[in-house]
């Protein structure tokens, strides 16, 4: 009897302690390094943050219209603190793969290898659409500028479709370098762009016929419009 | 060129015209030019100059033909001969970049004054010659301004803007800061040369104001010159407003950064002595589309607003959008102009935007502007026309207290003045 009990029962405890004895190290210095990394995150955030105020990178976003697009996106931080806390939210997550790795498991560690050959991807990801946004609204701003100064009345709907296409662009190359749905994303972004230009070419050749006669007309002829005789300087 | 201006050595007199498809003026000019130095400056040695920006209708072919006879100016003969030199300038397309030849030139010759008049002038005499070189030559004066009567609806950024805002930033009434014909001492001339600017908007259309605020902050003595009617061809018809804009006021407000110690000092404007024979004269009728203008303030105020946030403080945008309608009551006050050039200026020295794009937000403002004055000028005279742009000129002088408050505080977004 106390034979069978110790094989059907002592034994396994014995052994699963045995294993849970080796393994707590593991887990303790996983749980160390993963409070080691928010300390240092925290410290990290903080002196980028600062850094990145004291360079004026709030008031370069302000200028670029960064700032204006975060506020239309709904997100209330500024540039500075939402770079800090992205580079707080990186170092959590090399220290968590840190973290996993002291457990020393296979199957963790070949995840933690595909996710350290991710970051660079993510990075760069990250990258293009901070630049993509900075670029839409240039451009979106240029655009609603040069076609208000023209007096086109549709000026806001002509910047809004430029800055749709650059953020869009954007994305689609974002996605590309993330590897998700690669073929789908530049497929969608091809024919819808090209959809449009198609569109609007139709639309303008259609419905604005006479306009576009008569701008080329005055364009070759090189005319100038009555109103303008007067000298500006 | 080179060879060319060693064959010249020194001379006493640079006489600079920048060209570009100028050949239906030109002529004129460069016959008016050799009038005036043979027969005011005749035992001057001179060079006239065309700093030519690749025209394509044979602008330095008329120049080169050009010839004026000297008996029907009444001068027997000139002492010295007068030295053509025409030659492409390099470099940024514009007037400036022509202008920083003509400098090179006038310093490689050693030239004690230098005059410079645009090749789109059908008004010039050679009178315009002594008046703009005399005073430098005899009176020692180091910059001449020009001085004369435009038409009331001509040179609106000169009126609305540039000669009321440098009258009222650096104390000193030239009427014509941006006028376009100057007289200056070599010596200017080779200071201005020294200058690292020529890859700014100096070297367009900035270079007329940047002139005039240097020769003023380097303490030149000034003064201007009447020369009597300005007519001239439509200035280069090509040009969009909103870069012209861009190019001038982007220069002025430049200015205002590199001189703040200097404007900030300056309480009150005085004037500036005016040389030259004062008389009437009758000017064309132009052509304008009020309505036209007013549409575009309209589109303006209603489209950029949201971008004005941070450059307006909430009553100035609040005023504007109430102005917003038809041409018909359309004003904009003084008082309510000024805010507005201020505000842009603290904008742009505070960066709250791409600075191209706060400039030429401007356009749509400034149109309004032109036919808020138009619109209250329609049944003026020259005088009260003039007395009105005083009027404009003294709005500014009370309301920089304002802008020297704020100059140096910082940005405070949602509410910047």
Redesign the interface.
Known sequence: MSETWDTAFVEPMREFFKEVGAFLPHVLAMVAIVAIGFGVAWIVKTAITSAMKAAGVD?FS????FSQALSRGGIRETPAHLIGRFFYWIIILVFLMFGLGALQLPHVDRFIDQVFSYIPHLLLAVTIIVVGVILAN?FG??T???A??S?I?Q??LLARGVRLAVILFALSMAFEQLGIATSIIVAAFSISFGGAVLALAIAFGLGAKDAAKAFLEQRLK?E?????????? | MRRQLDGIGRADILVGIPSYNNAGTIGHVVRAVSAGLAKYFPESKAALVNSDGGSTDGTPDVVARAGVDLQSVLVAHRVNPLHKITTPYHGIPGKGSAFRLMFDIAAALEVKACAVVDSDLRSITPEWIELLLRPVLREGYDYVAPYYLRHKYDGTITNSIVYPLTRALYGKRIRQPIGGEFGFTGDLARYFLSKDVWGTDVARYGIDIWMTTTAIARGSRICQAYLGAKLHDPKDPGADLSAMLVQVVGSLFSLMEEHAALWKGVEKSEPVPLFGFQYDVGLEPVAVNVDRMVEAFTLGVREFAPMWQDVFSPDVLERLRALQGTASGFHIPDELWVRVVFDFALAAHRRIMAREHLLKSLTPLYLGRVASFILETRQSGHREVEEKIEELCRAYEQQKSCLLEQWDRPLNRGASS
């Open positions: 008031q302000g200028r670029v219209g240039f701003t240029a609603l500028i040069a208000v100064n007096q009345t000026a806001r090189k100038r419009p009555k109103e303008e005789e007067f000298s500006h300087l």
